[in-house]
C-alpha cells in the first residue's frame, strides 16, 4: 500500500533560541519547521534554545505543519539531554545531524527509546558529510522509523572543497546517490538550502534543479524563499488535470480489456498511471491546507 500523500515542499529552519520566529512559523505557508537547537545556536545559548524548544512545543498550535527538532549529535555536549528534553514533546520527528553511519540511526533510536519517546516516533537524518553520503544506502535502510533525508549541501560543499556554482556541479553527484538512497528504501529526501537570498534568480534555479532531480522539497532559511519552493514543488493545475486524464483514460482502457492507451498523443502504461495517481494524491493533499 502507498503511503499517504505528505507535502514537503517547503521546510524552514529556525533557530530554537528565536521564540518570535518560532512562533511566527505557526503562521506561514510551510510544509515543516525545523526546531534547530544544532548549528543555529552557540554553544553558550544550547540549554536557553533547548528550554525555548520544549516551551513552544507545548503551546504553540503548527496546524498542518510538521515539527521537527534538529538535535545535537549524540557525539557532543548536548546531544543527550537534548533527546532527554524533546523525547516527550509533541514533535512530528526527531533529525538527526551529520549521520554517517546506520550505528549512529540505531544509537539515537535507542537513546529516544529510553528517554521514553513514542515508539513510532519518526526520525529524519543529515547527509552532509562524505562519509555519510557514501554510506546513504545502508543508513537509508537502518530503521523503518526513518522517514526522509535531508541534504546538508553547506557544510557538504565545504568538506568536498567545492565552489557554489548556479549548477552545483560539485554537489550533483552527492545529491544523486542519496536521492537512489532514499528512493531504494521508499524515503522522502529534501535539497538543501541557498544562502544568497538577494540572488531571486539563483534560487528559482536551484529549486528547478532539485525538482528536476527528483527532491520532494527544499530546505529554507528565510521565509522569502517560501512561495516559490511551493509553487515549483507543488503540483500546477495543468499537472493536475493531466494526471486526472491520464488514470480516467487507463480506467476505460482496463474496462475494454486493453493493456495501454494514448492520451494526448502519448502512450499510457501502468508506471504513468502510477505517477499520475501519486500526483493527484499530492495536489489533493496541498489544497486541503489551503
Known amino acids: 500500500m502507498n503511503k499517504p500523500a505528505t507535502p514537503l515542499r517547503s521546510v524552514l529552519y529556525a533557530p530554537g533560541v528565536n521564540r518570535r520566529a518560532l512562533e511566527k512559523a505557526a503562521s506561514l505557508p510551510i510544509d515543516a519547521l525545523i526546531l534547530d537547537l544544532e548549528d543555529a545556536v552557540s554553544p553558550d545559548a544550547k540549554a536557553e534554545a533547548r528550554a525555548t524548544v520544549v516551551d513552544v512545543l507545548a503551546s504553540v498550535d503548527y ?10 549529535g549524540l557525539d557532543t555536549d548536548w546531544g543527550a ?118 540572488d531571486a534568480e539563483g534560487y528559482q534555479l536551484a529549486c528547478e534543479q532539485g525538482r528536476n532531480m527528483g527532491f520532494d522539497g527544499k530546505t529554507l532559511i528565510h521565509p522569502k524563499q517560501i512561495e516559490p519552493a511551493n509553487q515549483v514543488f507543488g503540483i500546477s493545475d495543468d499537472d493536475f488535470l493531466q494526471a486526472e486524464a491520464i488514470v480516467t483514460a487507463w480506467q476505460q482502457a482496463q474496462q475494454a480489456g486493453k493493456g495501454v492507451c494514448v492520451v494526448n498523443g502519448r502512450l499510457i502504461e501502468s508506471l504513468h498511471v502510477e505517477e499520475a495517481q501519486r500526483m493527484i494524491s499530492m495536489h489533493r493533499a496541498i489544497h486541503a491546507r489551503t
Do not use: Y
Not at 63 to 72: C, D, H, Y
Not at 125 to 142: D, L
Open 63 to 72: 496546524g498542518f505543519r510538521k515539527r521537527v527538532v534538529r538535535i545535537n
Open 81 to 198: 539531554e537534548d533527546i532527554e528534553a524533546v523525547a516527550g514533546t509533541a514533535a512530528d520527528a526527531i533529525l538527526l545531524p551529520k549521520v554517517e553511519t546506520p550505528t549512529a540511526v540505531s544509537e539515537a533510536l535507542s537513546a529516544l527509546d529510553s528517554a521514553g519517546a513514542h515508539p513510532d516516533l519518526p526520525i529524519w537524518v543529515m547527509a552532509e558529510t562524505p562519509r555519510g553520503i557514501m554510506n546513504s544506502a545502508a543508513i537509508a535502510g537502518a530503521d523503518p522509523r526513518l522517514e526522509v533525508i535531508v541534504m546538508g549541501t553547506s557544510d557538504l560543499a565545504k568538506e568536498l572543497r567545492v565552489r557554489h556554482t548556479p549548477q552545483r556541479e560539485g554537489l550533483v553527484t552527492s545529491l544523486g546517490l542519496c536521492m537512489l538512497a532514499a528512493r531504494l528504501h521508499g524515503l522522502d529526501i529534501l535539497d538543501g538550502v541557498h544562502l544568497d537570498l538577494q
